[in-house]
């Protein structure tokens, strides 16, 4: 465990006082508190508090938060003055905290009327930063729930508005729903009405602890923070009983009968986790045969072989084989969760490698759905989806294949010619920009700067004269691998561009794909802007050793090292391409 984890275990996060104690107690503890995530929270409401309470929720999560409370109900002004503090900052994040009553001056005011102000608030913000967006949904009164034309009807289609704004924006925008907390803590617990009235501060620490912890959760999902792989056991976790004592037939799994309808409401949940790109892997002590004959054939068993990146179903030592996983999916420890029924292996796993995340089976299994949602909600929310994580898995199947194939060749190239690799590489269209600014966000081993950029930034590069932005799309004999290589180049002058940014997926490492890559955006640099030289930096990090030493094997020269940052220049004119006869690239 972290030395946060610590500090944070068994604080009472909705008492603001115990909070700042454990805030300050973590900040004295630990020099190096995670990436920065600078947020901005601008409000039609007093807030005072939220950003302890986000402080303490980003630093549980990894995250080193600078949060920022704007001038009260100023949205317009600091949107558009470039001198604002919003600006200054330049968040990550931006909260739009807003209550009813700046929107409807009166209560019967038109529905139509509060979402085209709240439309035009969400629209300016879009436009005039390139943050993440968090917009809620408004508190519903307590009467009147049932009548469409109360005011609490009138809210809840404003409600059903934001939602749907929300999800058509999802790459920006993302929602905190204030009803939730509520309904999770109870209106007592949540909302002050005697601050409401006296100083417009409607809201209690139990209110905004859960507030808080849904914007540290965003703000991992916009960092690329949210976790990768969800590792599970199979007896007790996957099924009820012991496969090799019970049998086939003994093991609990029947959605009619308890226990067996809570493991079969878990696997439907770790079912979706896949099917949004999540990484499933076994890791379990026992027969391999047995276990793949359950996942087979088993009449409700959900889960099945296929739905697995990878399996270690053996007698072996499960911190061992977890670092096995993690080496064969080319990930980070720090990637992965890990699921299990069994206190001194989820003690054992926490000892051995505290990088990864673990969940433990409730002994009262009927909070075992519920502990799996929040598990999910934690690790696995994501900033945005595409196109390409509904198939990560059998990506990772392929890549599995393709190493099998590799051990049967005595020598590199011979394998690489096996694979008959192809490359389309050409300018990003707006169907990818998507899966670029994702691919910003999570890439870290091949990753020369690391530099996250959301959808917006990488879409304003589409009809940008100074900037452009490359893509490779790679496919193989075994199948499609996607967009796994992006290049974003600068126009600096009349006769230089800089790369800034080069990074390429783990999953097509070691077919010298990135010079073939660079070689083709040298070349359009060169048509597109007549440059004659290139710049690129090398910004080292605890994870990109095997970008390190790309430039020079590139050719580029090393101009100079500044706080470690390796600075490169490539005279266009002395460039020589790296051939590599095995790879075919596609013209467009």
Known sequence: ?????????????????????????????????????????????????????????????????????????????????PASDLHALNPRLLVLALVRDSF??????????????????????????????????????????????????????????IRGFVEANRARFFLCDWNRYVAAQGREACLDWRYWYLAKAPFKPAFLTLYAADLAKIGRAVLGLAKKVLVLDCDGTLWGGVLGEDGLDGVALNPGDYPGNVFHAVQRQI???????????????????????????????????????????????????????ARELNLGLDSFVFVDDNPFEVESLRALLPQVETVLVPKALYLYPEAIARMADRFFYPASQTAEDAGR?????????????????????SYLRSLDISIDIHPIAAAEVARVAQLTQKTNQFNVHKQVYGEAEIASAVDSADRAVYVGVVGDRFGALGLTNVCILDRRGEDEAAI???????????????????????GEARRRWRVSRLRACFVPSAKNKPAETFFDNAGFALERVED?????????????????????????
């Open 1 to 81: 465990m972290t030395t946060a984890s610590v500090v944070f275990e068994g604080v009472d996060e909705t008492r603001l006082m115990a909070v700042t104690t454990a805030v300050k107690s973590a900040r004295a503890a630990a020099q190096e508190h995670g990436p920065r995530l600078a947020v901005h929270v601008m409000a039609d409401c007093t807030m005072d508090g939220l950003e302890t309470f986000l402080d303490f929720h980003a630093l549980r999560g990894g995250l080193d938060a600078q949060v920022v409370l704007g001038r009260y109900n100023i949205f317009h002004q600091d949107l558009v003055n």
């Open 104 to 161: 409807a001056s009166e209560p019967e005011t038109p529905v139509e009327a509060v979402t085209a102000r709240l439309e035009e608030l969400f629209r300016l913000a879009a436009e005039r930063t390139s943050a993440a967006i968090a917009v809620n949904t408004f508190v519903l009164p307590v009467a009147d729930y049932d009548r469409g034309d109360s005011a609490a009807g009138r809210i809840g289609v404003v409600n059903d508005w």
């Open 271 to 325: 079912l979706e986790l896949g099917r949004r790109g999540v990484l499933l892997a076994l890791c379990s002590k026992n027969n391999a045969a047995d276990v793949l004959h359950a996942l087979e054939t088993h009449p409700h068993c959900l889960l099945k072989p296929g739905d697995f990146a990878a399996m270690k179903v053996d007698w072996e030592n499960k911190a061992g084989n977890i670092a096995q996983l």
């Open 393 to 413: 898995t059998r990506l990772y199947q392929a890549r599995r294949e393709a190493e099998e194939v590799r051990a049967g060749f005595t020598d590199m190239a």
């Open 500 to 522: 800034d940014a080069f990074l390429m997926s783990c999953r097509v490492f070691e077919r010298n794909l990135e010079y073939v890559m660079l070689d083709h955006v040298i």
């Open 564 to 588: 470690g940052v390796r600075h490169y220049v490539l005279e266009l004119a002395a460039y020589q391409p790296k051939i590599f006869d095995y790879i075919r690239k596609i013209d467009n």
